[in-house]
Nanobody, 115 residues
Framework: QVQLVESGGGLVQPGGSLRLSCAAS????????MGWYRQAPGKQRELVAR???????NYADSVKARFTISRDNAKNTVYLQMNSLKPEDTAVYYC?????????WGQGTQVTVSS
């Protein structure tokens, strides 16, 4: 049973930073492209960043140059460094494969950007 466990969210002021972590059990982490998704209230879940097994990365335009995705294969963990946060970044953040392959979503981690 694969589990995805996100952590690191919180309340931060605009312009602040947070680092999210996603620990993945099982073997999926090393084999697949991993991504960070987010879902804001009343909106659909969207992919914001992804990283391949060879560390190639892609970002949504809305987070480009502010967010950085990385992975530590030895720890089966993928990270999302978020800088220059904006109120519109407020959402629950999740990790999963890209594309989705049927693995269950974790509980997510809430990021709230507010003064």
């Amino acid at each position: 049973q694969v589990q995805l466990v996100e952590s690191g969210g919180g309340l931060v002021q605009p312009g602040g930073s947070l680092r999210l972590s996603c620990a993945a059990s099982g073997s999926i982490f090393r084999r697949y492209v991993m991504g960070w998704y987010r879902q804001a209230p009343g909106k659909q879940r969207e992919l914001v960043a992804r990283i391949t097994s060879t560390d190639s990365t892609n970002y949504a335009d809305s987070v480009k140059a502010r967010f950085t995705i990385s992975r530590d294969n030895a720890k089966n963990t993928v990270y999302l460094q978020m800088n220059s946060l904006k109120p519109e970044d407020t959402a629950v953040y999740y990790c999963n494969t890209v594309p989705l392959l049927g693995y269950s979503w974790g509980q997510g981690t809430q990021v709230t950007v507010s003064s």
